[in-house]
């Protein structure tokens, strides 16, 4: 396809996707208990080889593949998307044993993955994270570490450090089964002194709490008090995780503005059904102007969000060098789009769509936190400006530099 239109192959595969979403795993979603992994959704988007397609995707595929979801099930949309944040570090940087002992059970189901980046002081600022990695040549397997199927220090014993801090607002924490965190190995380096670890859910002194959040999935925080990792623990190079973390979201942003793009549109559609049928004034509500042109409005908005979703993630799949500024636009656009459109569709159903259960109280609930998540809406526009900045300083650097050879 081109970013501008699907061709008729990839529109039927969003269409099964939506049919499936809403068929098959909603009903899954609405038997679990809020704030707690679900995991037997998990599983079945592993039988269903949709997380076997979070490695073997490119960045448009995956748009796609959350948009569609997200229209049906957005608790499968989330459930899908944090095990390819948690996981996708071990694929792209972690060894041939990280990847053996974990992806096959990711991929599976079996296994749910998180993404430890925020800290209480370092939310949006994840270049200030402060959990300390301090070195330790005792660790290794005499001083306690290992994994839940017995596994020891390997070739990284006595080549290690020990992890003190806490990290918080994680998705799927503490419930989840391993988790890729960063941490600080190098005091006084900004974003160059930061490392990323695999890390068990199991390891000793590794501890975490739920956080009573509106939110469908777990949300936890971390307490770290000298938990043990080795050098075969280390995902990439030492000092060098916070490309691991920018590489990661630079990856997932174009696709969470496609999660938003989801529930737009879901929102969308109920409300110019609703309005179709919905009589009042003497007619129907989509005969009043104001209301026709609010939806002409909002649909544009959401096509646009949509067209740049695309866009960007395209971009990423060709490899091109603007990428960070495309996808903090598609999720800037996205999200604040999605949060328009859900909140007019509520004003325009009325107080039923703020009763519990309605599709819209639902949507109203799930669509502020992407506003917030992998980078607020703030620290997007700062990218942005950062790199069109940097585009115009580049751009007279080279005209002065052919100026000079004239």
């Given at each position: ?262 529930m737009a549109q879901a929102a969308l559609d109920a409300t110019l ?129 052919e100026e000079g050879t004239e």
């Amino acid at each position: 396809m081109s970013e501008f239109a699907l061709d008729p192959k990839e529109l039927q595969w969003c269409a099964e996707l939506r049919a499936l979403a809403a068929e098959r795993l909603q009903p899954l979603a609405e038997e679990a208990e809020p704030g707690r992994i679900n995991r037997p959704l998990v599983r079945v988007l592993g039988e269903l080889g949709l997380l076997e397609r979070l490695f073997t995707s490119g960045s448009l595929e995956l748009c796609l593949m959350r948009e569609s979801l997200a229209y049906g099930c957005t608790e499968a949309e989330t459930a899908l998307a944090l095990q390819g944040l948690g996981a996708h570090p071990v694929y792209a940087h972690g060894t041939p044993a990280q990847r053996a002992r974990w992806l096959p059970q990711v991929r599976e189901g079996s296994a749910v993955a998180a993404f430890a980046l925020s800290e209480p002081d370092a939310g949006s600022d994840a270049a200030a994270l402060a959990l300390a990695a301090e070195r330790d040549p005792g660790v290794g397997r005499g001083a306690g570490v290992g994994d839940r199927d017995g596994e020891g220090a390997g070739a990284g014993a006595g080549d290690g450090w020990r992890l003190t801090g806490e990290k918080c607002w994680i998705s799927n924490a503490p419930e989840a089964d391993f988790y890729t965190v960063f941490a600080r190995t190098t005091p006084g380096a900004g974003a160059r002194g930061v490392s990323a670890f695999l890390v068990p859910a199991d390891r000793p002194g590794l501890t975490g709490t739920r956080l009573d959040m509106i939110s469908p999935h777990p949300i936890g925080a971390l307490a770290f008090d000298g938990v043990p990792v080795r050098r075969d623990d280390l995902i990439g190079e030492v000092d060098r995780g916070f490309r691991v973390a920018m590489g990661t979201l630079n990856l997932f942003r174009p696709s969470v503005g496609a999660f938003a793009v989801g529930m737009a549109q879901a929102a969308l559609d109920a409300t110019l059904a609703h309005t179709a049928e919905r009589r009042a004034f003497g007619g129907r509500l989509k005969d009043l102007q104001s209301v026709a042109h609010q939806l002409a409005e909002l649909a544009t908005r959401t096509e646009a969000a949509r067209l740049l979703v695309y866009a960007a993630a395209a971009a990423y799949d060709r490899g091109e060098p603007d990428v960070p500024r495309r996808a903090a636009m598609a999720k800037l656009l996205a999200t604040e789009t999605a949060q328009q459109v859900v909140d007019a569709a509520v004003q325009l159903h009325g107080a039923r769509a703020l009763q519990r259960g309605h599709l819209l109280e639902h949507l109203y609930r799930e669509v502020r936190a992407p506003r917030i998540y992998e980078g607020a809406t703030e620290v997007q526009r700062t990218i942005i400006a950062k790199e069109l900045y940097a585009e115009l300083a580049e751009g007279q650097y080279a005209q002065l530099a052919e100026e000079g050879t004239e």
